[in-house]
């Protein structure tokens, strides 16, 4: 089945410590998006990627950063996670058309300690 | 700035019964509407979209109505069923390739 993929489900990393998440999809979508959802909150868009453009969020920390090397992978790098980062990070892909929607993978759950 | 407000928590409907769900928006560039659900510990999943140009949109169990003046649209499920119970997301898109989502709406369904 065509799907996004997200590893790892949970991660732990230390304060202070780099950390990366993945997303592979086979959908072979144009766009591809990182979200980050804390409790209670709306998911919030951090950066996202059509085809090989990188767009960033004005208000995404320079803490965060984000590679697609090839249509099917994105990573997520957080070079010196703090306590406040904390969340849940959802990936997402888009055909780039239509009003279909995105395509979710099932998310990263990161804890910092 | 919240463009898109989903402005109950949460929602306890019993089973059997119709749930509603609102979402209302403040941009008036958005031309289309999404519903998304989500399962603790999952990523949402679409459930059901609509555009600007039209004012309902229904698959199965689920319609989603739309008032462009009232800068406002709705998701009614009915019958409601317990596997219903979940967080359920709006989000609005525009002529950008991004979504605005709002804080969710937990619905829980009882027997």
């Known amino acids: 089945d065509a799907m996004v993929i997200q590893n790892p489900r949970y991660q732990v990393t230390q304060f202070g410590k780099p950390v990366t998440l993945s997303c592979s999809q086979t959908l072979n979508h144009n766009v591809m998006y990182w979200y980050q959802q804390k409790s209670s909150q709306a998911p919030k868009l951090l950066f996202h990627y059509y085809d090989k453009d990188f767009n960033n969020e004005a208000d995404t920390p320079d803490n965060f950063q984000s590679r697609r090397p090839n249509t099917s992978f994105c990573f997520l790098d957080i070079r010196s996670p703090g306590l406040g980062d904390a969340a849940m990070y959802l990936c997402a892909t888009w055909l780039g058309q239509g009003i279909s929607g995105y395509t979710f993978g099932s998310g990263t759950r990161l804890t910092v300690v | 700035d919240q463009q898109v407000k989903q402005n109950s928590p949460s929602l306890s409907v019993q089973e059997g019964r119709i749930s509603i769900l609102n979402c209302d928006y403040t941009n008036s560039m958005f031309d289309y509407f999404l519903w998304y659900k989500k399962y603790p510990a999952e990523g949402p999943t679409f459930l059901i979209s609509?555009?600007?140009?039209?004012d309902k949109n229904e698959d199965g169990r689920f319609t989603v109505f739309l008032n462009k003046s009232a800068k406002h649209l709705s998701l009614h499920i009915v019958p409601s069923q317990p596997g219903d119970s979940a967080v359920y997301f709006c989000?609005?898109?525009?002529?950008?390739?991004?979504?605005?989502f709002g804080t969710g709406t937990r619905l829980q369904v009882f027997p």
């Open positions: 609509i555009s600007s140009i039209k």
């Open positions: 989000a609005a898109g525009g002529n950008t390739d991004k979504l605005i």
